[in-house]
């Protein structure tokens, strides 16, 4: 069974910094490379958003302005995803949830999320 696992998350203070990661078990390296993963994120209130993918082939794209502050990668051989967040506002309060939507069949694979919360 494919399961996704997030971690990383917490409290921090804005300016700070969270690298949350997002596991995939369950898969072998090269059908990890078969999805695209990206992060999501829901604040509370409002509708999950997706910001972030990278592609097997590494190719990353952004929603908006996030790429400026967030950075995503992935290491196939650890069918893991990262997401790099810096200099962190308030407003970036929210579940973050790791997605891996598979680029042949569309099917998809969802974490549980993680709470990150930039609060002085």
């Known amino acids: 069974q494919v399961q996704i696992a997030e971690s990383g998350g917490g409290l921090v203070q804005p300016g700070g910094s969270l690298r949350l990661s997002c596991v995939v078990s369950g898969l072998n390296f090269i059908n990890f490379r078969n999805y695209v993963m990206g992060w999501y994120r829901q604040a509370p209130g409002k509708q999950r958003e997706l910001f972030a993918t990278?592609?097997?082939?590494?190719?990353?794209r952004y929603a908006g302005a996030f790429e400026a502050r967030f950075s995503i990668s992935r290491d196939d051989s650890k069918t893991t995803v990262f997401l790099q967040m810096d200099r962190l506002k308030p407003e970036d309060t929210a579940v973050y949830y790791c997605?891996?939507?598979?680029?042949?069949?569309?099917?998809?694979?969802w974490g549980q999320g993680t709470q990150v919360t930039v609060s002085s």
């Open positions: 990278v592609t097997g082939g590494g190719r990353t």
């Open positions: 997605n891996g939507k598979h680029r042949y069949d569309d099917s998809q694979l």
